[in-house]
């Protein structure tokens, strides 16, 4: 059993060399000042007037930034299924189909639902998890998302059910820039007196606002400049699952590794010994 153990490590560790890889790509990426143009309007108001920065355009995410992400999901949610697999006693081809290390938003959905003829809509975990040792059940539904108030970080789980089903299934993730803070850095010349300035965050896209400075020119000449300096992170963007939409994607990512090094596989081993 532990050469058994010793391959789930090796795909843990994998999954934990994607995401560095991916860090990587986009510290790369999200530091670059190239990143994204943007302009400064001018709206006068009497004595007063206000300068704000847009955003005008947006380089697309690097495709081997989100390819790492969706190989490192992979690798987790198959260390997962490695797991029950050897937590499992299948009989027969359809019952080897179905094992899977379980993971489910409510109780209904991990317990499996009838339909109107008596036939499960949903895989429960009596088809998921065959013959399992005493216990295990118990443990492995302790560590399911709608767990997460006993269980802190089981809602990690949840997260790359959403990452792997999307990865999977459909197109590559949908990441892109957030604008985590800004600094508005504000150079006056002449008669000029600044009054306010403002940061935003928010997703970095075409016309989002960066930031805002209210400012009041004296009869003599000036003039001011606004260059913000922001701090930019991936998230993923509101076409991905409600489960990870508008989440921090290292944040993300990161969670699930350790909670499934950390939790999940420590909470199991002792059925496996």
């Excluded at 530091?31 to 947006?58: A, C, F, I, N």
């Excluded at 803070?181 to 403002?198: F, M």
Aim: proline share 7%; aromatic share 8%; with cysteine.
């Amino acid at each position: 059993m532990a050469d058994k153990l010793d391959d789930i490590m090796r795909k843990l560790t994998r999954a934990g060399q994607h995401v560095r890889m991916a860090e990587r790509i986009g510290n790369e990426f999200f530091g670059e000042p190239k990143l994204y143009t943007h302009r400064t309007e001018r709206q006068d108001h009497g004595s007063t007037t206000t300068l704000t920065v847009r955003v005008v355009s947006v380089q697309p995410t690097p495709p081997m930034f989100v390819v790492r992400i969706g190989e490192a999901a992979h690798q987790l949610r198959s260390a997962l299924d490695h797991v029950m697999w050897m937590l499992s006693w299948p009989v027969g081809k359809k019952q080897e189909q179905q094992v899977e290390f379980p993971i489910a938003y409510t109780r209904a959905e991990f317990v499996g639902r009838k339909g109107r003829k008596g036939i499960d809509s949903l895989p429960g975990m009596r088809y998921r998890m065959p013959r399992v040792a005493r216990g295990v059940r118990a443990v492995v539904e302790s560590l399911q998302p709608y767990n997460s108030r006993k269980c802190p970080g089981a809602e990690s789980l949840g997260h790359l059910r959403a990452i792997s089903n999307w990865d999977k299934h459909r197109t590559l993730l949908a990441i892109a820039g957030n604008i985590a803070a800004v600094e508005p850095e504000v150079s006056a010349y002449g008669d000029v007196r600044i009054l306010s300035e403002q940061g935003f965050s928010g997703p970095l896209k075409p016309g989002a606002v960066m930031a805002r400075v209210e400012v009041q020119f004296g009869p003599g000449q000036s003039y001011v400049s606004v260059k913000p300096t922001a701090t930019l992170q991936p998230f993923f963007d509101d076409g991905m699952p409600e489960e990870i939409r508008g989440l921090n994607v290292g944040w993300v990512v990161t969670g699930a590794c350790a909670f499934v090094e950390h939790t999940v596989i420590p909470k199991l081993k002792p059925f496996l010994i």
